[in-house]
């Protein structure tokens, strides 16, 4: 079984007001991983979405927190 390229790890808080804090890695080539936080898990992840795009991420990576960003948000 193939291993899948990304995954995502989450740090949820347990306390209100507290930031979650939410890592993606790329398990290809260097292994690169980046983190972000914020209010909620899709703020943490437009946060991480940001700094991917600074630091050069690949397409497909942006492409992955992308999706999952759009998939916490209300659906219409």
Same mark, same amino acid.
């Given at each position: ?10 740090? !949820? #808080?347990?306390? #209100? ?6 890592? !993606?890695?790329? %398990?290809? &080539?260097? %292994?690169?991983?980046?983190? &972000?936080?914020?209010?909620? =898990?899709?703020? *943490? ?14 397409? =497909? *990576?942006?492409?992955?927190a992308a999706t999952a960003y759009?998939?916490?948000? #209300?659906? =219409?």
């Amino acid at each position: 079984m193939q291993r899948a390229r990304f995954s995502i790890k989450w740090a !949820l #808080p347990l306390e #209100p007001g507290l930031s979650t804090h939410v890592a !993606l890695c790329d %398990h290809e &080539g260097d %292994h690169r991983e980046w983190h &972000g936080e914020g209010a909620d =898990e899709a703020d *943490a992840l437009a946060n991480l979405i940001g700094l991917m795009t600074q630091q050069g991420a690949s397409r =497909e *990576a942006l492409e992955y927190a992308a999706t999952a960003y759009r998939s916490r948000l #209300p659906s =219409e």
